[in-house]
């Protein structure tokens, strides 16, 4: 059995990230969206918040799950038994970044093969950063998020302005 992970902020989650697990989900037996509870950058949900949307938006998946966690990612997969490290590459923002963290993870945990995806031509540059931006200047965000993650914006981001 063939077990990923798909590690990441998801503040909030995306149909991009969705579409990435979703592509996933079709190549390995089991994915774990881990949810990174203390990434090195602001976050506007709680953990538990991030990790309920995730759970939400892929609960049509049967074989994704979401869980936090809050170590060494290759420490996390190496709990769960993972054997694949899936990313998404967006065109301009994330090659340089993954590449270096794909080498550190390798060097610190060789048995686990990074896959990455290549991003959807309709979320190349949606990112949860820009996301929220758009949505505290009141831009329409429907189409880039489920609907579970457009009200909680809507809740969190823009009753806040
Ligand atoms: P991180 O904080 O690790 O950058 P993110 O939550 O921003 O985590 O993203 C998790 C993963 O999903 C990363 O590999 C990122 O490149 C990827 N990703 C983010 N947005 C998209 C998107 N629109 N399309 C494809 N992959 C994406």
Known sequence: MTVAVYPGSFDPITNGH??????ASKLFDKIIIAVYDTPNKHVVFTTEERVELAKTAVASLPNVEVVSFNSLIVHFAREVNAQVMVRGLRMSA??????????????????????????????QFLSSTLLKEV???????????????????????????
């Open 94 to 123: 994330d090659f340089e970044r993954e590449f270096e963290m794909a080498m550190m993870n390798k060097k610190l945990y060789p048995e686990l093969e990074l896959v990455c995806f290549m991003a959807s031509q309709d979320y």
């Open 18 to 23: 969705i579409d990435v697990a979703t592509r």
């Open 135 to 161: 949505a505290s200047l009141k831009g329409d965000i429907t189409d880039l998020v489920p609907e579970c993650v457009a009200e909680a914006i809507k809740r969190k981001v823009i009753t806040k302005m």
